[in-house]
């Protein structure tokens, strides 16, 4: 696998080989897509309570959404998601990552789902956690995390239960 640097990026996004709706060129640097927070937000409502996790568990079931500007107190633990609309071919796939700005403020963009599928066209769930003491706001539209791409030997397409989220 090899990372897409910026003027491979440009290209195929200029192609259509690669969708990002809405794009903006200035949000693409040597090695990645700077992606923007949206202002949909999933906050757990039912604390403290006991959930026996299996394939079948729904998060829905135990958080409320949100919109607009949002505080996130330490600790807390809310599910957001980007404003952009990724579409990617089956021989492309991506990582998502927290921009170290937001990092050094105690954001973390994601727990566990760094991966993005080949073949995909939805827009991407952030994991965000604060891990600072202080209580942080965040407002859609920051440039909250960077999506590195690499082009896969082979392809492949996803179509599993978030594949249109």
Same mark, same amino acid.
């Given at each position: 696998?090899?990372?897409?640097?910026?003027?491979?990026?440009? +290209?195929?996004?200029?192609?259509?080989?690669?969708?990002?709706?809405p794009?903006?060129?200035?949000?693409?640097? /040597?090695?990645?897509?700077?992606l923007t927070? @949206?202002?949909?937000?999933?906050?757990?409502?039912?604390?403290?309570?006991?959930?026996?996790?299996?394939?079948?568990?729904? $998060?829905?079931? $135990?958080?409320?959404?949100?919109?607009?500007?949002?505080?996130?107190?330490?600790?807390?633990?809310?599910? +957001?998601?980007?404003?952009?609309?990724?579409?990617? /071919?089956?021989?492309v796939?991506?990582?998502?990552? +927290?921009?170290?700005?937001?990092?050094?403020l105690?954001?973390?963009?994601?727990?566990?789902?760094?991966?993005? =599928?080949? @073949?995909?066209?939805?827009? =991407?769930?952030?994991?965000?956690?604060?891990?600072? /003491?202080?209580?942080?706001?965040?407002? /859609?539209?920051?440039?909250?995390? =960077?999506? *590195?791409?690499?082009?896969?030997? +082979?392809?492949?397409?996803?179509?599993?239960?978030? *594949?249109? =989220?």
């Amino acid at each position: 696998m090899a990372v897409l640097a910026r003027d491979e990026i440009l +290209g195929r996004v200029k192609q259509g080989i690669i969708k990002v709706e809405p794009f903006n060129s200035n949000n693409v640097g /040597p090695g990645s897509i700077d992606l923007t927070l @949206g202002n949909e937000f999933r906050v757990y409502s039912k604390k403290g309570k006991k959930v026996e996790v299996n394939e079948n568990t729904e $998060y829905r079931d $135990y958080t409320v959404q949100k919109k607009g500007k949002i505080t996130i107190r330490p600790g807390e633990f809310v599910i +957001g998601i980007t404003n952009e609309k990724i579409t990617l /071919p089956e021989n492309v796939c991506g990582l998502l990552s +927290g921009r170290s700005r937001f990092a050094r403020l105690g954001i973390l963009v994601h727990a566990t789902a760094s991966f993005i =599928q080949p @073949g995909i066209s939805n827009r =991407q769930v952030l994991e965000i956690k604060n891990i600072s /003491p202080n209580k942080l706001v965040l407002k /859609p539209g920051i440039r909250i995390c =960077q999506l *590195s791409l690499l082009e896969m030997k +082979g392809k492949a397409k996803y179509s599993g239960k978030f *594949s249109n =989220q």
